[in-house]
Structure formats: C-alpha cells, structure tokens
C-alpha cells in the first residue's frame, strides 16, 4: 500500500473520513505556502493537495483563482511547486499535487513524474486529464510510484465511472457540484448519490470535493464518504488575513474545526 493508502485505511480504522486540505503553491509566497501547508497539517488535515498555478483554470472559483494569479504574477515556477511539495512532505502527510494537464506536459511528462517522486510527493490529482488520454501519465506514475486520482461527476454514467475508477489508485475524486471551486451554503444533496454510484464500481475510497467551507458541512459529507476535500475555504484564510502570521493561524484554526468535524459524522 501507498503511503496515500495507509492514511485512508487509518481513517477508516478509525470510523471516521479522512480530511484532504487544498491550497496553491505560492501564495503568499512560495515559503509562505509551505507553511500554510504545515500549519494545515498540524491543524488536523490528513492529505494535502498543492496546487500547481495555471493560468487557465477551468475548475477553479473566483478565491483560488485570485491566489493563484498572485503566485503566476510573483513568478512562481513548477520548480517552485516541487519545492512545496517537498515542504509538505517532509511533514509526513501523503502530498498530491492538483494541476492541469498542459503545465505537466509542458515540464515533460516522465520528469515531473520522477521529480514529484524524488520530492517526496505521493502522486496527482488531474482534473482535465481523462482516462482516454492518460496513458502516458499512467506509465510515468507507474514508474516512479505515484499515485494517481481522477474525478467522477454528477453527470458521469455508470460506465463513466467504471472507466475512471478502473485508472485510479489512492482514491477517487468525487466532485460533488457541477462548476467551479468555491465555499457554498450547503452541500450538494446528489453528493451522498454519487458516493454511492462510485462505491458500485469500486473498492476504491471516495473523497468528496467542491462546496465544504465550514465544520457543519465537513461533518455532514463525512457521514458517507471516505475523504472530505476542503480549498477555497482555507485559501480564503490566508487572503483575508490582515498579515501572514493570522493567515497561518486561520488556516490552522479551520482545520482543527474541520478536523474535529470528520470525527463526529459518524457518530
């Protein structure tokens, strides 16, 4: 098992989901967004997503997006995201790195594989990257040991999602909205139905993203599923704080609450 795989099972041990945090390599700063990354960690949050700024996001809402273009207008470099990644990594949290498809392939495919490994990271997340075009990343995960997470939506059929579950490994991304990234009132009710539709087609842990802001909801989408995502919730902490110090400390607050939420879904 991946060190992904371990986390998930030990949440599961636990009758508990796992708690995934998001946030975009380089903002504030690119040592600035490793220490958000560890201040999410220590928080609570099991699995870290970093962000590889681009600067045509289709999924991203409007917070993500004003961070992101920061990190794009200070300069920040894939170069830069491996180096957060091996910040965050060396913490011990499984590290995925969240990025479209055409960043990747314009690093080269095999490099960013074998330098995302060599960084400590424990694989992807692609959102734009579809089973029918993803051999090449399926190979250069293989090779060096990444893990690999592709989404399931609303919209997906049943044989959609055999066909993205077959390619996955750590676990499935189940986007529980149709659109972009961003904090919402409520949950998404067709999530608790897409988990199920998911878990008919694998043995996979199905994490859900999209919509969770707040350890009402967190506590809510832990109820059924394996793994609670969380991002512009805590971008948004970072880019409403007066200075960086009370972005850290906000960071680290919502993921205690959120944490804490994860653990009485159940319950």
């Not at 099991?46 to 991203?60: A, H, K």
């Not at 051999?135 to 049943?158: K, N, P, Y």
Request: proline share 4%; glycine share 10%; with cysteine.
């Amino acid at each position: 098992m991946s060190k992904l795989s371990d986390v998930l099972a030990a949440a599961k041990a636990e009758d508990r989901a796992a708690l995934i945090g998001y946030l975009p390599a380089g903002y504030p700063s690119v040592d600035g967004s490793i220490a958000a990354l560890r201040a999410m960690i220590e928080g609570g949050v099991d699995i870290v997503e970093v962000g590889l700024p681009y600067s045509d996001p289709q999924m991203d809402g409007p917070v993500i997006q004003k961070a992101v273009q920061a990190a794009l207008d200070a300069g920040v470099t894939t170069l830069d995201v491996l180096r957060v990644v091996e910040g965050a990594a060396a913490t011990g949290a499984p590290t995925l790195v969240m990025s479209y498809w055409n960043p990747i392939e314009r690093f080269g495919v095999d490099r960013f594989a074998a330098e995302l490994s060599a960084a400590g990271g424990a694989g992807t997340i692609l959102p734009d990257l579809i089973p029918e075009e993803a051999d090449e990343w399926i190979a250069a995960a293989d090779a060096h040991g990444l893990d690999r997470v592709f989404l399931v939506a609303q919209t997906s059929t049943s044989e959609r999602i055999a066909l993205t579950t077959d390619v996955c490994r750590g676990f499935v991304y189940a986007a529980s909205l149709m659109g972009v990234t961003g904090t919402r009132e409520a949950v998404s009710g067709s999530a608790k139905d897409l988990v199920a539709r998911t878990r008919e087609q694998t043995g996979l842990p199905v994490c859900v993203g999209l919509g969770v802001s707040n350890g009402v909801q967190a506590a809510e989408v832990a109820a059924f599923a394996d793994g609670v995502i969380v991002g512009s919730a805590f971008v948004r902490r970072l880019i409403e704080a007066p200075d960086e110090a009370a972005g850290l400390a906000g960071v680290r607050a919502l993921a205690e609450e959120l944490a804490e939420a994860v653990r009485k879904g159940r319950r």
